[in-house]
């Protein structure tokens, strides 16, 4: 019955949640900047770090008003330490150590990734290590081995863009707005995914992924367009675009699960939400007959109740902060 009040701010979200047990959310509350960074086609990190600031006191109490409950109810505190943006992270861990000290209850430091993959414990109360785990966002594009709660063997990541980073990046080529990833998904919902070959990527790693040269495919083609006057069939091409990336990743995954004998299987992170690749993983996962696990949508993007599921294994392992906690942009998780 541990109860976990939880705070993310690692880019542009605020978010508080009161976690009990690890897996049952009590609150989960947030608020999103996407309307305040959209007309500068990106995340401002000094715009971010300061709506933070206004925004986290108000939304710790809504959090305590939503879970009936009060701080003197909470057996610790968690913050998100990193990676992210130094200063929105900052503003959290600043936070938490303050309610930390003001109680005297025990701070616990989470790491962002772990908290995408601990996601799946919220949505899946049977889930349990060892499982493989596709963690695949904005910044990150990694296949775990789950150990155990807390204990990761890196199977294999991206060697430059992000999957998250190289669609936002197409979108921004189509002309899409921020965020460009969700547009470009929807739009190729529309399109024909063999409209425009794109290379296969073939990183040296069995496990490895790469994705700028997709890209840089994506870019080309589309100028060429632009240059001989052509018309841009827009969904025809992200949907060729996502299905190279999404392919890429359900490639290397499914192959690290059979040479692991995994058990089950799990997705994590905000590309998670992504329609195809949940429709294919899911496919290659029903043919393989392993068992896969998939966060809600409202869990794939970034949130708290996730960094109160992570911190909870975190707190029954001993794994305390003191106050001299600090945010760290670059956190490695291993």
């Given amino acids: 019955m541990t109860t976990i009040l939880a705070i993310e701010t690692s880019c542009d979200e605020t978010a508080v949640a009161v976690v009990r047990g690890g897996r049952q959310v009590l609150s989960n509350v947030l608020f999103s900047q996407i309307n305040l960074h959209a007309e500068y086609g990106g995340v401002v990190p000094e715009i971010a ?133 969700p547009l470009l998904d929807e739009l190729a919902e529309r399109g024909d995914p063999h409209a425009l070959a794109l290379p296969k990527p073939a990183p040296q790693g069995r496990y ?58 799990a997705l994590a992170g905000g590309v998670a939400a992504n329609r195809l690749l949940r429709r294919r993983l899911q496919q290659e996962a029903d043919t393989a007959g392993l068992p896969l696990y998939m966060p809600p949508l409202e869990l794939c993007t970034d949130n708290a109740a996730m960094i109160g599921s992570a911190a909870f294994y975190r707190l029954m392992r001993g794994e305390i902060a003191d106050l001299s906690l600090n945010a760290d942009p670059g956190l490695a998780l291993l």
């Fill in 49 to 181: 770090s300061r709506k933070h600031v206004e925004s986290l006191n108000p939304l710790v109490d809504e959090a305590l008003r939503q879970a009936k409950l009060s701080l003197a109810d909470m057996d610790a505190i968690a913050v998100t330490q990193g990676p992210g943006l130094v200063g929105a992270l900052l503003i959290g861990v600043s936070c938490a150590k303050a309610l930390a000290f003001a109680t005297g209850k025990p701070l616990v430091a989470v790491h962002h990734i772990e908290g995408h993959v601990s996601a799946n414990y919220i949505a899946h109360p049977d889930l349990e290590p060892p499982f493989v785990c596709l963690v695949a966002s904005g910044g990150h594009s990694h296949i775990l081995f789950v150990e155990d709660y807390g204990r990761y063997r890196l199977l294999g990541q991206t060697l430059d863009d992000a999957a998250g980073e190289a669609f936002d990046k197409a979108a921004r080529v189509l002309g899409l707005p921020y965020p460009g990833g």
């Fill in 208 to 265: 490895d992924y790469s994705f700028s040269g997709i890209k840089t495919a994506l870019i080309n083609a589309v100028h060429k367009l632009r240059q001989t006057g052509k018309e841009i069939p827009a969904a025809d091409i992200a949907a060729s675009f996502r299905y190279a990336v999404v392919e890429s990743l359900i490639e290397r995954v499914m192959l690290a699960a059979t040479d692991t004998a995994a058990p089950a299987l």
